[in-house]
């Protein structure tokens, strides 16, 4: 069985696996960079495929898009022009002092941060790179979800779809990795052109709400908003006007901070 890394080798399929026709994630991003009075120079930390990178361009922003991934930077260079695309990590990277007035991060791509090192190298980038009283905006998985909750753990999830002629299965199971406190995700995808299955194998940090309100402050961040919905991925998802929730309890999270003005 191979392992290599299926979606985000390839781009393509990510979205097609993922797709986000309304652009929900960008406009959700935007409403709370509008409603917190953001500045225009934006960066969107693991930007994948580039979509929301390109929706914030679209919409007037100065727009830079970084991910560790060279298949997606390329890819997001053809699909998604507009925005300047950069490989940076988000365990720690420098794009300029003050150079960014809001940091947007979605679809749990600050969960990459496994340890809490990384942690503090992300929120201490980000607070390199953001001028005084800059926004960060992150939208993700929500670790406290999983306390008392197994319904996401207890059977395999299987999906089928065709891509570009090719009929593909994927089989995901989710565990808790209690010691390193993360989510532990393999996929097996299977396909009917006759190529060997490819495990794919990837993790989450469980990061709980006061968690992250801790580490935020730490770093010298207010936190404005920090909820479980509605949002780009939530059930019913955000629609237009809606305002944030009070609760975090449902299974993504999501926290607006403003770093202070006198970092
Ligand atoms: C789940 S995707 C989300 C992509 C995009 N933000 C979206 O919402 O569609 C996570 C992205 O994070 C990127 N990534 C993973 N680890 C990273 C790291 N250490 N630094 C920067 N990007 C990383 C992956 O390459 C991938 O594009």
Redesign the pocket.
Known sequence: MSNANL??DNPDL?EAR?P?PRRL?GRWAEDCLRRHDAGQRVL??????G??AAHLHGVGRAVTG????EA?LAYARTRYPGPEYVR????G?DLGQDAFDAVV?????LL??HTND?LDGFLASCRQGLAPGGLLVA?MRNGAYFLGRTDLLDTPTVNGFTWQGTAYRSTTTLTVDRTAQLLRRTRVWTSDDGLPPVEQRSAWRLLFPQELRYVLAAHGFEVLELHDGPGPRTEPPWAEGELPGRTADADRLHVVARLSTSH
């Open positions: 979606l985000t990510y993922f986000d994630a969107d930390m693991g930007c994948g495929t979509r929301d970084a991910d560790l991934s997606m940076a990590d988000l365990h990277f991060c979605l679809d749990s791509s990459y941060c990384q939208e």
